[in-house]
């Protein structure tokens, strides 16, 4: 089946320490993104990419990290720099036109301990 | 002012009834239009593309007024089920997507 995983669902992760969210995606769409969510709001873009080797800064990077050295991959490092990085994270992927729906992800929830 | 706009909630209303959510948009290059549902602690889904003419699915009808940009999402004969939070999402080559309205059915 064609679809979009995230993983791991829970990270915990002690202050101070990088850590790094997977997002995989099979459906051959170009575009991938990277939100994140707070309990009761909708979604901040962090990070998004058109095409492999490229991506763009969104709302909130500062903190955050990404590469897209494959098509199929779209993984974010939160850094040791991100103050409050406790978060529902959500990955998405789309075709580059934006004119078709995106497919997310089940998300990673990310506590700070 | 944001580039998506929605509706403040939540929306409290009682089963069976006809709520209808809001969405207005400030860029008017825009040219895909969608009502995604997201329930708690899950990621959101795409309920159902909007179409410049208008289009319905079941009980959702989601309409287009692009001269006055804004969307649209009608629920008829609400169900318990349908409690959820609904975003819009605007594209342009890019999602830009809204603050979504939380919308709570009582019994």
């Known amino acids: 089946d064609g679809g979009i995983t995230q993983s791991p669902k829970y990270l915990f992760r002690k202050e101070g320490q990088n850590v790094t969210l997977s997002c995989e995606q099979n459906?051959?769409?170009?575009?991938m993104y990277w939100y994140r969510q707070d309990p009761g709001q909708g979604l901040r873009l962090i990070y998004y990419?058109?095409?492999?080797?490229?991506?763009q800064k969104g709302d909130i990077a500062e903190g955050y990290s990404v590469s897209r050295e494959k098509k199929e991959s779209f993984p974010l490092t939160v850094t040791s720099a991100q103050k409050n990085p406790t978060a529902f994270y959500l990955c998405?992927?789309?075709?580059?036109?934006?004119?078709?729906?995106?497919?997310f992800g089940q998300g990673t929830r990310l506590t700070v301990v | 002012r944001k580039e998506v706009e929605q509706d403040p909630g939540p929306f409290n209303v009682p089963e069976g009834a006809t709520v209808a959510f809001n969405c207005t948009y400030s860029?008017?290059?825009?040219?895909?239009f969608f009502w995604y549902r997201q329930d708690c602690r899950k990621e959101p889904k795409l309920l159902m593309s909007?179409?410049?003419?208008?289009n319905e699915d079941g009980r959702f009808t989601a309409q287009l007024n692009r001269a006055s940009q804004y969307i649209s999402l009608l629920i008829r004969d609400s169900k318990l089920s349908d409690s959820a939070t609904y975003l819009c999402?605007?594209?342009?080559?890019?999602?830009?997507w809204g603050a979504g309205t939380k919308l709570i059915i009582k019994p």
């Open positions: 998405a992927s789309s075709d580059r036109t934006g004119r078709t729906e995106a497919f």
């Open positions: 459906l051959n769409h170009d575009a």
């Open positions: 990419s058109q095409i492999v080797n490229d991506f």
């Open positions: 860029n008017s290059a825009s040219q895909s």
């Open positions: 909007v179409y410049s003419s208008g």
């Open positions: 999402v605007v594209s342009n080559y890019q999602l830009i």
